[in-house]
């Protein structure tokens, strides 16, 4: 299985960004789907996850009402927009999905320790 992460850049306070999440050899229609950021100097955290069935979604408060994720079953496809980025979403942000096609209970959904597979972090930086 892996991850792929993609659509980070170098953009200004307030611009939109649009990450994508691609997998080879997994089904994200039926896992838990989730993602990650780590700033520099900071440890990893969580953005946001959508659980199996996709209709259990949850985010950081940091992101709430700014980021969205979502899932194209059709194109095996997991995306976070970003929208009024802000210079502390400055940060790699990585894509994780289960390996367990079950429902992850909604308290561990934003643990990272409740996903196997990781892709390898795609770059945002918000900066003036």
């Known amino acids: 299985v892996q991850l792929q992460a993609s659509g980070g850049g170098l953009v200004q306070p307030g611009d939109s960004l649009r990450l994508s999440c691609t997998a080879s050899?997994?089904?994200?229609?039926?896992?838990?789907t989730g993602w990650f950021r780590r700033a520099s100097g900071k440890e990893r955290e969580f953005v946001a996850a959508i659980n199996t069935g996709g209709r259990e979604i949850r985010y950081a408060d940091s992101v709430k009402g700014r980021f969205t994720i979502s899932r194209d079953n059709a194109k095996n496809t997991v995306s976070l927009q970003m929208n009024s980025l802000k210079p502390e979403d400055t940060a790699i942000y990585y894509c994780a999905s289960r390996g367990s096609p079950n429902r992850l209970v909604l308290s561990a959904i934003g643990t990272a320790s409740s996903y196997d597979y990781w892709g390898q972090g795609t770059l945002v930086t918000v900066s003036s």
């Open positions: 050899g997994h089904t994200f229609s039926s896992h838990t």
